[in-house]
């Protein structure tokens, strides 16, 4: 069995025993409020299309898509909407939500299964995607319909599944795998079936081969689908490493990985997309990993979107011990919670819980010039030196050194033994060169 990789990337505690043999389970709360926001994707927020004091059910839409680049929301509960107001989210920032109080009935709008999706054209097939609000579940949120209508549908060579999930911890991934394969499958033949002339890749890191094992026994009558097996490494998942490891293309922040003939999904955005064509539904679960060790219980949940993370928490996974840092999604990419008061989204990929804050608890020293942030660095850039022109604001020594092509992965700063914060600070210098070009 041949194993694929990239060059670079770090070798993270996986951390994924906590949960990886733990079956996804339901969480739906019986009451409270839910908080779903119209901007959960990267565009334009929805419109909201219904008002205070409506009764919304379940998958009924409440925000419209407002533009070329956005997405539909749904509720995902039944009740009484209290406000259309803005809340904070997971990073931090206040977006426009409507707030729902749940009257614990789930019901639910009546829609019937398409059972002859087969003989759907393109065109109907993207629409049900679209009108299904799927975005990207992988965290960047990019609409998936956009995703699937480049300019030449013709020049895609490589529809990629994305079964890597190669950030510590999350097992949300592995368990669909493991537990549906063949949706995942069925799911993949539809988004080929819209391109005539790719192929479909499944690839899995090598530390989940019973994943592997069902996945190639779904495929084995399929001979535009193949199941690669990824060496485990951090990041495989990252676009650019996983195109570069499946298909030996370079990416880089020039292009879209369209433009190389390539288009790559997470795997619950695939589940999503057979619910969309398949059942008639649109998005409104997601399956969340609650682990760490200030975890009770840890377990991966389907979960609504809306539904409050403090709830969640207490209902599901519970607080062992005090914990120091809270992060919504994988501990190298993640986002550090300050307040669990805001919802479950469709990006929400686990929720994970820690005793001790290790990296707020490292004193960072000078740089020994040791090279290791080199080798570890997927870009192929100098963190080290990077961050020097990032701490220094010189943009222009920044730019030269061409720190528009990191893709915040922490490597850098994980594998450092000064324990120097360099992805901070290359992040930061990156996204004010980018707004100030925006500008
Ligand atoms: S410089 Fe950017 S891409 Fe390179 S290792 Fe650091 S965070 Fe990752
Ligand atoms: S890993 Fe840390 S100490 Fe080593 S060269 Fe990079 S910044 Fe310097």
Redesign the pocket.
């Known amino acids: 069995m041949s194993v694929l990789t990239f060059k ?1 990337g770090v070798h993270p505690y996986s951390g994924k025993e906590y949960t990886k043999n733990k079956a996804i389970d339901e969480y739906f709360p019986e009451n409270g409020l839910f908080v779903i926001p119209l901007s959960q994707h990267i565009g334009s927020p929805a419109t909201p299309i219904v008002k205070v004091g409506d009764r919304v059910l379940v998958n009924q839409k409440i925000g419209e898509a407002s533009g070329f680049i956005s997405a539909n929301v749904h509720s995902s509960v039944s009740g009484i909407v209290k406000a259309i107001d803005n809340r904070k989210v997971a990073n931090g920032n206040k977006v426009p939500c409507i707030i729902i109080e749940n009257d614990g009935l789930y019901e639910k709008t009546n829609s019937m299964d398409n059972e002859n999706y087969l003989e759907f054209s393109k065109e109907e097939k993207l629409e049900l995607i679209k009108e299904a609000g799927i975005v990207g579940m992988g965290g960047a949120g990019f609409p998936t319909h956009v995703k699937l209508s480049p300019p030449k549908p013709e020049n895609i060579d490589y529809i990629i599944v994305n079964g890597a999930e190669c950030e510590p911890y999350l097992t949300s991934d592995y368990r669909r795998m493991l537990e549906n394969p063949e949706i995942i499958v069925e799911g993949l033949k539809i988004v080929l079936s819209l391109f005539d002339n790719a192929k479909g890749i499944i690839a899995v890191e090598d530390n989940k081969l019973d994943a592997i094992v069902r996945l190639r026994k779904c495929v084995s009558k399929e001979n535009n689908i193949e199941v690669k097996t990824l060496f485990t490494k951090y990041p495989q998942g990252g676009e650019r490493s996983l195109i570069y490891a499946t298909t030996k293309r370079c990416l880089d922040s020039s292009k879209l990985p369209a433009d190389i003939g390539c288009i790559v999904h997470n795997i619950d955005t695939i589940y999503a997309i057979y619910n969309a064509v398949v059942k008639n539904l649109p998005l409104t679960t997601r399956v969340v990993t609650i682990t760490g060790d200030a975890v009770r219980y840890p377990g991966n949940y389907i979960v609504p979107v809306g539904a409050d993370i403090k709830q969640f928490i207490d209902d599901t996974g519970e607080f062992k011990d005090k914990a120091e840092k809270i992060i919504s999604g994988g501990p190298m990419m993640g986002m550090a919670l300050h307040d669990l008061n805001i919802p479950v989204t469709k990006g929400t990929s686990a929720i994970l819980m820690f005793k001790k804050d290790e990296v707020s608890a490292c004193k960072p020293s000078n740089c020994i010039n040791c090279g290791r ?1 080199v080798n ?4 192929r ?1 100098i ?1 080290s030196r ?1 961050a020097k022109a990032a701490d220094k604001n010189n943009e222009d020594e920044f730019l030269k050194l061409n720190g528009l ?9 994980y594998i450092c033994p000064a324990k120097r914060q ?2 901070q600070s ?1 992040k930061t210098m990156k996204k004010n060169i980018l707004s100030n070009k925006r500008k």
């Open positions: 670079g942030c570890a660095c997927p870009s850039i963190p990077l092509e990191c893709i915040e992965c922490g490597s850098c700063s360099l992805t290359i």
